[in-house]
């Protein structure tokens, strides 16, 4: 009889460990593929994916990753997507800049910086003139840095921030903010140009209105700056579009 209940003892610890088994089995089949899978998300991989137009551009550019990667950093774009991201911005810059035209998913728009195309005003000027609540980050970090820098420039920061900033907010969120914010703060700047040459300079308003190649690559690059922001889950009541309106 002893024997009997030490078997009976014995087999049912089996059981009792089978099981343990099978319901561990159960847990790693159900964690396992979501850290293998957030694990292999590589960030070129998904560059490539979200744009191939962009992934082109990064593979061309490639002698200059890493220095744009430490220059991302020491702006506080850190982490992997938002640092890709910033790379990616600045290589759009470069391509612009190469073939004196806005690249704008692949396609190159002029007039881009051509002397004469866009109005005279300047960040100098605008920084006299810029009401407190639009002095947020790109006033202290930008418009106080690149004095000379016009309209023309702005649209260009516009555009590279429209490019990857829905990249971003997809994959990253935690830094989405980040992007958001800038573009915005960008749009800002942008109105009080065309604020301040329609009420102020209104001869040169008249000439950016009637610039086919100017008026034109503004409003594509701000209506582009619009989806990328609806994108990231940005309220209508935020995006600024009272000037370009009135253009």
């Known amino acids: 009889m002893v024997v009997c209940g030490q078997q009976h003892l014995v087999r049912r610890n089996r059981r009792i460990t089978m099981n343990r088994m099978r319901a561990l089995l159960r847990l790693l089949l159900v964690v396992l593929p979501w850290n293998m899978t957030h694990a292999a998300a590589d960030p070129e991989q998904l560059l490539q994916q979200y744009s191939p137009v962009l992934y082109r ?34 290589i759009i810059h470069i391509a612009s800049a190469a073939h004196h035209g806005y690249f704008v998913d692949g396609t190159y728009y002029e007039p881009y910086l051509r002397h004469g195309a866009w109005p005279n005003l300047t960040n100098r000027d605008m920084a006299a003139m810029m009401p407190g609540r639009e002095k947020g980050n790109i006033y202290n970090r930008y418009v106080l840095n690149t004095p000379t820098n016009h309209l023309g420039n702005i649209v260009d920061e516009i555009n590279a921030y429209s490019h990857v900033a829905p990249f971003v907010c997809r994959h990253e969120p935690a830094s989405a903010g980040k992007q958001t914010t800038n573009l915005i703060e960008f749009l800002q700047l942008q109105e009080g140009y065309l604020r301040t040459l329609r009420a102020m300079i209104p001869s040169e308003y008249r000439s950016l209105a009637g610039n086919r190649e100017a008026r034109g690559v503004l409003l594509l690059v701000t209506q582009r700056a619009w989806d990328a922001l609806r994108a990231c889950g940005v309220p209508e009541n935020q995006i600024p579009a009272i000037e370009w309106n009135l253009l």
């Open 57 to 90: 551009q990064y593979v061309v550019y490639a002698g200059y990753r890493a220095q744009l990667r430490s220059y991302a950093t020491s702006q506080g774009f850190a982490l992997p997507m938002e640092n890709l991201a910033t790379v990616v911005h600045e």
